[in-house]
């Protein structure tokens, strides 16, 4: 039995690239072993409201039953949040570059999971993430093309996804890239089918070592 849970953060929708190719790989991921569960997470569909103050102070607040219904709705949904995670063995993220960097949708995801005491916690040597034992696995979408060439300096959406996942303990992460669909859409179809062609040879080689 296996958790598998994915999150999907583009704001386009259908159109999405990124939720497309992180859906095959979930569900053919899920297909391998009788009984897995597929928790899907559509931030676009239902984003999250950017962390403020009055957040901040409920999720630490030590009495919730004192606090605004709303507030406590909001806090509440947050820890949920953090409780799919670790129910999780596997995490696919499907993350469309947005100005250079994470879509707003899928930032305030992390700025809710991210929580001290929780999924991370100080040391006198430093951070230690809590969140252990996971696979992740990155899907991401972007206009340009970011893994070689000059543009390579300016990718803010592939390290910083990296270090939001190793900051809580996530560091088992691979990366299926879908670059360069601004540039025609033979070149969309050929990136996406290069995308798919990878899902393919993981969820084969994953179910040779199951
Ligand atoms: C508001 C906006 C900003 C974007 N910024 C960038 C960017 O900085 N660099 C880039 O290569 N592509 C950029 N793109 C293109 C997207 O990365 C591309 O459409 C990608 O397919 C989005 O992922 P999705 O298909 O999962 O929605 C941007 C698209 C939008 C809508």
Known sequence: MSNILLITSSPRGEASHSARVAAELAQRLAART??????LRDLGAEPL?????????AVAAPDRS??????????ERADALIDEVF????????????????????????DAILRAGKTFR???????????GKKAYLVVA???IYAEGPLKAVDYQEPHLRTLL???????????????VAYGPEHAEKALKAAL??????????????
Do not use: C, Q
């Open 122 to 132: 100080y040391t006198p040597a430093g951070a230690e993430g809590l969140v252990k």
């Open 66 to 75: 004192a606090l605004a219904p709303a507030l406590r709705e909001a806090a």
């Open 142 to 144: 972007r206009g340009g």
């Open 197 to 210: 062609a990878e899902v393919e040879a993981i969820a084969g080689a994953a179910a040779l070592a199951a």
């Open 49 to 57: 409201p950017h962390v403020d103050g009055a957040f901040l102070a």
């Open 166 to 180: 190793g900051f809580i303990g996530i560091k088992d992460v691979d990366v299926i890239r879908i670059e360069g």
């Open 34 to 39: 009788p009984g897995t569960t597929l928790k």
């Open 87 to 110: 129910a999780a063995d596997t995490i696919v993220i499907a993350s469309p570059m947005i100005n250079f960097g994470l879509s707003t949708n899928l930032k305030a995801w992390f």
